[in-house]
């Protein structure tokens, strides 16, 4: 499974029940009872979210870092490979980072998505789920 930013994102700053099965999620997760997959880009959005809403650079790190640690996710690189391959996921209507995520899950072999964007609903081979 792979791990989508708006997860990580609700799950330290969301306030309704998104966020709240978000959290319930990332503790399996961290607790390492869930095993998962996300990459920098991601890891990327994460932070770059989590600056702009806490204002604070040394707290968004901190809960990147935190985010980083989970016993059981694994976080891959990307390369041009994956943005090649990411170019028709763009052309389907994904954004693209979204598109980077799609190529990213597909060379590992990763069918499903946990991510609260129902842009992915329209990608074959790519099935949805969320917390």
């Known amino acids: 499974?792979?791990?989508?930013?708006?997860?990580?994102?609700?799950g330290v700053l969301g306030q309704?029940?998104?966020a709240i099965r978000s959290?319930?999620?990332?503790?399996r997760l961290?607790?390492?009872?869930?095993?998962?997959?996300?990459?920098?880009?991601?890891?990327?959005?994460?932070l770059k979210v989590l600056n702009r809403k806490l204002e604070s650079r040394p707290e968004a790190v901190l809960w990147v870092r935190?985010?980083?640690?989970?016993?059981?996710l694994k976080i891959c690189g990307l390369e041009r490979a994956q943005f090649d391959a990411?170019?028709?996921?763009?052309?389907?209507?994904l954004k693209p980072y979204d598109a980077l995520h799609a190529a990213t899950m597909r060379e590992h072999g990763i069918c499903e998505i946990l991510s609260f964007d129902?842009?992915?609903?329209?990608?074959?081979?790519?099935?949805?789920?969320e917390p």
């Open 1 to 10: 499974m792979f791990i989508d930013a708006n997860i990580f994102i609700l």
């Open 16 to 18: 309704d029940a998104l």
């Open 23 to 27: 959290r319930k999620f990332l503790k």
């Open 30 to 46: 961290e607790s390492g009872e869930q095993n998962a997959m996300t990459s920098v880009m991601v890891l990327g959005e994460v």
């Open 66 to 72: 935190r985010i980083m640690a989970y016993p059981n």
């Open 86 to 93: 990411s170019l028709p996921f763009f052309s389907q209507g």
């Open 118 to 129: 129902s842009d992915f609903d329209k990608i074959d081979g790519i099935r949805r789920a």
